[in-house]
């Protein structure tokens, strides 16, 4: 037996906000035997996954399944629409804006890096962290990059590493009144199938995404959802590309297959993931992830302390970070949790480093499951010394018995 497997009794609890739990149905499905990725039975799952995932971006354009993590997402993105030098206008809402920029740095690029600008008494360490997209210093620099040397506009949706959200068709509005033809390109990587998200309405070129959040599967499997901008962009592009190239891609997958091996098993779990969306409805997986986060919302306000998104109106329905009081190491604080509840909660990343915990509320769970994690949080928080002004896990029961969850659709 793995040592991975054993847990003392009962579950694990997961609540890291991404890789998030893994439904059962999901597992058996990935647990079929793999089969020959260029057989006849193969195209038939790859027509149905490559059709299936459009829905979930709201796109009628292609979308491109890599087997790669999200980080490998975010290259195939840059490296097949841009050329060595280009300038690129890239906004830091927290880690993951952060890891994008110097990846693309990496890459050859010239990432030009906004920021909300003030100080913040709460976390003096990244004062910006705690912000959407300020839409007008995007819409402000590219009306005055008269030559257009700005060739793509890069923001994340939902920021893992803070908790906050942005709005992507306000990012697009701000593009368009300052009519720069730059491409737009946005990492849903934690927001995909838990909050709306909508590719060709919101005039995005590329949009990157990965498996193991509201997808609800392992890591594994990255996305390019792309437009015909994108693709036109990609034919005079220069950045080296090979395993990354859409062009192959889109041309194999015509007949449902890939240029090279898949990871057909998280293809067979994508294929169940996609399912189990339909069934329960889009909107109702939103529905369900913006109430999660209200109770959760109202546990952290019960506690008394901060939460890392300051403006109440774009917090993330999928996870919530939890500002510590100086001088209490949230690490230390995780750590004795997971130890004593075995509970596992996402880490303060990058600046904000042992000064904030992240709580997931996403993908397979539950009301109970969320009250499990909230009374970890508050055993966890008490015993480091940290005073709390109430209970929070009082008020979650309080909100979840009052707002009933929607009852799921009759089969
Ligand atoms: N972007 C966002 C918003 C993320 O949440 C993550 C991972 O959590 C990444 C990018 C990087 O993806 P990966 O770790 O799968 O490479």
């Given at each position: 037996?793995?040592t991975?497997?054993f847990?003392?009794?009962?579950?694990?609890?997961?609540?890291?906000?991404?890789?998030?739990?893994?439904?059962?149905?999901?597992?058996?499905?990935?647990?079929?035997?793999?089969?020959?990725?260029?057989?006849?039975?193969?195209?038939?799952?790859?027509?149905?996954?490559?059709?299936?995932?459009?829905?979930?971006?709201?796109?009628?354009?292609?979308?491109?399944?890599?087997?790669?993590?999200?980080?490998?997402?975010?290259?195939?993105?840059?490296?097949?629409?841009l050329?060595?030098?280009?300038?690129?206008?890239?906004?830091?809402?927290?880690?993951?804006?952060?890891?994008?920029?110097?990846?693309?740095?990496?890459?050859?690029?010239?990432?030009?890096i906004?920021?909300w600008?003030?100080?913040?008494?709460?976390?003096?360490?990244?004062?910006?962290?705690?912000?959407?997209?300020?839409?007008?210093?995007?819409?402000?620099?590219?009306?005055?990059?008269?030559?257009?040397?700005?060739?793509?506009?890069?923001?994340?949706?939902?920021?893992?590493?803070?908790?906050?959200?942005?709005?992507?068709?306000?990012?697009?509005?701000a593009?368009?009144?300052?009519?720069?033809?730059?491409?737009?390109?946005?990492?849903?990587?934690?927001?995909?199938?838990?909050?709306?998200y909508?590719?060709?309405e919101?005039?995005?070129?590329?949009t990157?995404?990965?498996?193991?959040?509201?997808?609800?599967?392992?890591?594994?499997?990255?996305?390019?959802?792309?437009?015909?901008?994108a693709?036109?962009?990609?034919?005079?592009?220069?950045?080296?590309?090979?395993?990354?190239?859409?062009?192959?891609?889109?041309?194999?997958n015509?007949?449902?297959?890939?240029?090279?091996?898949?990871?057909?098993?998280?293809l067979?779990?994508?294929?169940?993931?996609?399912?189990?969306?339909?069934?329960?409805?889009?909107?109702?997986?939103?529905a369900?992830?913006?109430?999660?986060?209200?109770?959760v919302?109202?546990?952290?306000?019960?506690?008394?302390?901060?939460?890392?998104?300051?403006?109440?109106?774009?917090a993330?329905?999928?996870?919530?970070?939890?500002?510590?009081?100086a001088?209490?190491?949230a690490?230390?604080?995780?750590?004795?949790?997971?130890k004593?509840?075995?509970?596992?909660?996402?880490?303060?990343?990058?600046?904000?480093?042992?000064?904030?915990?992240?709580?997931?509320?996403?993908?397979?769970?539950?009301?109970?499951?969320?009250l499990?994690?909230?009374?970890?949080?508050?055993?966890?928080?008490?015993?480091?010394g940290?005073?709390?002004?109430?209970?929070?896990?009082?008020?979650?029961?309080?909100?979840?018995?009052?707002h009933?969850?929607?009852?799921?659709?009759?089969?």
């Amino acid at each position: 037996m793995l040592t991975l497997d054993f847990h003392a009794t009962g579950h694990h609890f997961l609540q890291i906000p991404g890789p998030s739990p893994v439904p059962d149905r999901i597992l058996r499905a990935i647990s079929l035997p793999t089969i020959d990725h260029r057989g006849p039975e193969f195209g038939a799952l790859g027509l149905k996954v490559l059709a299936g995932i459009k829905e979930v971006f709201k796109t009628r354009h292609p979308v491109v399944i890599y087997p790669s993590s999200g980080t490998g997402a975010w290259e195939a993105a840059l490296s097949n629409a841009l050329s060595p030098g280009d300038h690129v206008l890239m906004y830091e809402t927290g880690q993951f804006a952060a890891l994008w920029a110097r990846l693309a740095r990496r890459l050859g690029l010239e990432p030009e890096i906004l920021e909300w600008q003030g100080s913040d008494a709460d976390l003096p360490e990244a004062p910006g962290w705690r912000h959407g997209v300020q839409t007008a210093l995007i819409e402000e620099r590219l009306k005055a990059d008269k030559e257009h040397r700005i060739k793509a506009v890069c923001v994340v949706h939902n920021e893992t590493s803070t908790g906050v959200t942005s709005d992507i068709a306000a990012v697009r509005r701000a593009i368009d009144a300052a009519k720069h033809p730059a491409l737009f390109m946005v990492d849903t990587i934690s927001g995909l199938a838990s909050t709306d998200y909508r590719h060709d309405e919101w005039g995005v070129d590329v949009t990157v995404s990965g498996s193991q959040k509201g997808l609800m599967l392992p890591p594994g499997i990255g996305f390019n959802a792309l437009s015909p901008k994108a693709l036109e962009a990609s034919k005079t592009a220069k950045l080296p590309r090979s395993y990354w190239a859409w062009d192959e891609m889109i041309a194999m997958n015509k007949t449902g297959y890939f240029p090279y091996t898949p990871n057909t098993n998280l293809l067979y779990g994508l294929a169940e993931a996609l399912d189990m969306l339909k069934e329960e409805g889009l909107d109702a997986v939103f529905a369900r992830h913006r109430r999660w986060a209200e109770g959760v919302r109202g546990a952290v306000d019960a506690w008394g302390l901060p939460m890392q998104c300051a403006d109440p109106a774009l917090a993330s329905p999928i996870l919530t970070g939890v500002i510590l009081p100086a001088g209490v190491d949230a690490d230390r604080v995780r750590a004795d949790i997971l130890k004593r509840f075995d509970l596992s909660l996402g880490a303060g990343l990058g600046k904000v480093k042992g000064r904030m915990f992240r709580i997931g509320h996403l993908g397979y769970s539950n009301d109970l499951t969320l009250l499990a994690t909230l009374a970890g949080c508050e055993m966890g928080l008490k015993l480091a010394g940290v005073n709390l002004a109430g209970s929070g896990v009082a008020s979650a029961m309080e909100y979840f018995a009052a707002h009933p969850a929607p009852q799921a659709k009759a089969a």
